[in-house]
């Protein structure tokens, strides 16, 4: 099959350190060519792939591009899929909205996977408009605030299955892997450790947004000795680091899209105590991948029954449910799914072939007689 | 003629007050109408035209839309046009470049005109990209940044002929109107009024960004008796100051592309001092329409000579050249030659039908046979 994957301008493919979007774009992108696939990677110039690359954009520029930059990037890469589309059986786009527009007199197969959270209110009246727009979900709860919408699949990221060695025989540390804000809850982490008196590594990125609550809430924490902050980290620190914990801690407060580090850890065979938010329920299985909970009280109770965790059975469900392979496989399944569609609709997957099209418009004696402007 | 205007979602078309793009757009669109074209609207949805309106968002929201929202209703915008192209004869577009990767397959002919200032460093790459997307300049010192893209034409702003009434005895003291920012150096206004001994009206507006300027550098400025501070106008406030003033002060300091006062205060048969910046020498006749200087030595001759200029032949310039009915005229013949570019290619002003069309592709072994990447 010829595929095209469509990336956003601001990280390159595979990202340098932070960027999960960029991550599974990569892995998706190298495992349909290891399955023999014909992929063309639309991304930044400094990107790495076997396959094709075209590229809008030189380098990836996440430190220094302006949002006018960002825009006038993905602008052009959405032209060069106008102008390229014809050499594709299906083009797979993970940039969000903007290549919207775009779609209706596209002459291909399309689908786009959302990777943001859908939880914000300004976006039903976009998802509204484009609801026939054939989407993937990266999990049932991302869903949940745009139930009406063109859902075709929910599809779990995926890690090669030899990316994260198997660790039976770890230290004695909890770990803490991710953004430092308010909504991932480092505090919570140092509150747990601290009650098991347990030492906790942290392995976490400061954003710049994120620097006045890293300074007033999380840096007067870090002075225990049984806190070590070791800022950011790549693959090879995170599999070693990850893989020699007792457990991973995951204590969020907000609707986490999916949360890579859950299957991150399950790969290394570390088992994950995770509050009951977002895509937890999902990912996680109670007591077989660790324990999901609801304060904190349940969460020290957990740590302190980890051990009870069989650390082979992590391994065990990520390989069954985690790997790059079973979410290629699902991807060319939709991929099939949306050129069938196509040919039924002779040209489109949707568009003014599809009389199911609507468009809120608000309107003066514009559309034609007979048809009724939705929810205007 | 069967047209779509296409203006940005930040503002109503009129705008309320301030907005140069969407009042050109209103001139323009009831203008056509009156000449008896079809004109539709795609603007806010609290827009007002005689013609039909489609918008994608019921009101405008300028104060209180952020990016992401305005980026929303635009590609919402952007489909509604995807969806309904085959109305119309020609798409007149006003965005920026945001629908640019829309044109490629957009089957009917369309032109935009650029609004804003375009030397901007950034912005060499994305025309260098879309350099075949046929463009209307609204100065020719505007194009100066990008010379090497697909100029149509330069068509100068226009107003209706009876907007501002001519006034043939002004009172005695000088006015400045626009925003209060550092490039439009009212501080310059101030002193060329004071050292004339003249009083100087300011009718001006303070955007959020300019508040630190207006208070360090302006308002220790305005405390002087020949100083009169009024703040935001309407039209017919404008219509009034300006033509009662003895002349308009526009010492600019950056390379306005247009610079709408300056035709308004023609139109008030008001003459004008203005900097030799951006359109300046192209808008102004040295002597007719008052005076081109370089300096405020000069500025102030000027103002001292300014009873010399003749006040009807100012308000005569504006009636020969930059009334909405010339406008329009330069506009409708911009559009019959779209049209009769699509003829001759078939399908297309531009595209994969044209081979003069390029991209800027960074790519291993992508394009056909052949094909060059042009300057990659």
Redesign the interface.
Known sequence: MKIAQVAPVHERVPPRKYGGTERVISYLTEELINQGHEV?LFAT?DSITKG???????RSQRFDM????W???Q??M???????A?NFDVIHFHTD??????L????VPHVTTLHGRLD?P??A??YR??DQVPLVSISNTQRIPLPWVNWLETIHHGLPADLYRFNSSPEDYFMFIGRISPEKRLDRAIEIALRCNTPLRIAAKVDKVDEGYFNETIKPLLGHPLIDFIGEIDEQEKNRLLGNARALLFPIDWPEPFGMVMIESFACGTPVIAYRHGSVPEIMEQGVTGFIVENQDEAIQAAQRIHEVDRAQCRKVFEERFTVKRMAQKYLSVYQRVQLGNELNSGAVY??QNPA?R????????LPRGRTPARS
């Open positions: 063309t110039g094709k690359l075209v590229s809008a954009v030189g302006s949002k006018q930059e825009l006038m990037y602008c052009m959405l032209d060069q899929i106008a102008e390229l014809g909205y903007l290549h919207f527009p775009l209706r007199n596209l002459p914000l300004e976006l009246a976009l408009h484009f568009g003014q099209w468009t809120v418009v608000h309107t003066r004696d514009f």
